[in-house]
Nanobody, 128 residues
Framework: QVQLVESGGGLVQAGGSLRLSCAASGRTFSSYAMGWFRQAPGKAREFVAAISWNTGYWNTGNTEYADSVKGRFTISRDNAKNTVYLQMNSLKPEDTAVYYC????????????????WGQGTQVTVSS
C-alpha cells in the first residue's frame, strides 16, 4: 500500500515557475514508477509526466512527457526522501489544473489505468 500527498501548488503569473512535490509512504517507494497527471475544469484528466523506479547517481531514470509540457516541465525523484517532484517552468494559463501524482509497480506508462495509487491533488492556477 502506498499513500501519496501532493504539495506545492498555488497561484502564479504566466511565465513563472512552481515545483510540485509528492511525498509517498511505504518502504517500497523506490520500486514504483511515478507519474503526474492533471485535470482542468470541464476536461478529462490527462498525462503530464512519468519517471521509472530505477534512478541513481549514474541513471536519471526513464522519463516520459506530454508534448504540451516538453521543454518546460521536469520530473525527478529522490528515493531516499520518498518524494517525486515536478518542476514547472514557463507556465501558461492552459497549465491551470488540479495536479495529481500516481504510483504503479512496473515501468513507465502514460495511461491512467496503469496506475495503482493516487494522491488527492494540488491546485495550480496560472494567471495571464
Amino acid at each position: 500500500q502506498v499513500q501519496l500527498v501532493e504539495s506545492g501548488g498555488g497561484l502564479v503569473q504566466a511565465g513563472g515557475s512552481l515545483r510540485l512535490s509528492c511525498a509517498a509512504s511505504g518502504r517500497t517507494f523506490s520500486s514504483y514508477a511515478m507519474g503526474w497527471f492533471r485535470q482542468a475544469p470541464g476536461k478529462a484528466r490527462e498525462f503530464v509526466a512519468a519517471i521509472s523506479w530505477n534512478t541513481g547517481y549514474w541513471n536519471t531514470g526513464n522519463t516520459e512527457y506530454a508534448d504540451s509540457v516538453k521543454g518546460r516541465f521536469t520530473i525527478s525523484r529522490d528515493n531516499a526522501k520518498n518524494t517525486v517532484y515536478l518542476q514547472m517552468n514557463s507556465l501558461k494559463p492552459e497549465d491551470t489544473a488540479v495536479y495529481y501524482c500516481a504510483a504503479r509497480v512496473g515501468g513507465v506508462t502514460v495511461y491512467q489505468a496503469g496506475y495503482d495509487y493516487w494522491g488527492q491533488g494540488t491546485q495550480v492556477t496560472v494567471s495571464s
